[in-house]
């Protein structure tokens, strides 16, 4: 049986950044498809299957959403908080990847319910310590592992 791979939405606005996560990614070596919003508008539009988003096929809901907090147009507090209102989308796993050590910005994203809040830049430690909190993320450690 072919079991999909879990799906990362990695909301950044820094290509560098993006750059990083897909390094971290690649180290855990486990088999996964990301997806990037380069926007807090964009990763909303992804979420909500809207416009150029609606293929779901290309485009699956995610399994994990790493999110920046300084965002273009919507910032990722507002993400979150959109998340967490929407039904459909209210018991998404999200992880805050943010450049801020700030202990206000850890406390806000502890309130709206993120999983983790992780300082950049990402780490192959750091990604498999969140791994292990995402049921889809373990499931394709424990298969990596089996390999």
């Known amino acids: 049986m072919n079991t999909p791979k879990p799906t990362i939405l990695l ?12 390094r971290a990614l690649s180290k855990t070596k486990i088999d996964h498809l990301m997806q990037v919003a380069s926007n807090g508008e964009e990763a909303l539009h992804y979420l909500e299957g809207a416009g150029k988003f609606s293929d779901r096929a290309q485009h699956p809901m995610p399994d994990l959403v790493f999110l920046d907090l300084k965002l273009p147009f919507v910032n990722g507090f507002e993400v979150l908080e959109r998340i ?6 209210a018991g998404l796993d999200v992880v805050v990847l943010t450049s801020s050590p700030e202990e206000r910005d850890r406390q806000r994203a502890t309130a ?36």
């Open 112 to 147: 709206l319910q993120a999983l983790a809040y992780c300082v950049k830049p990402p780490s192959e430690q750091m990604l498999l310590e969140v791994f292990r909190l995402v049921p889809a993320m373990t499931n394709a450690a424990a298969t990596r592992q089996a390999r």
């Open 11 to 22: 909301v950044e606005d820094d290509e560098d950044d993006v750059f990083f996560m897909r």
């Open 84 to 89: 967490r209102q929407v039904s459909a989308l």
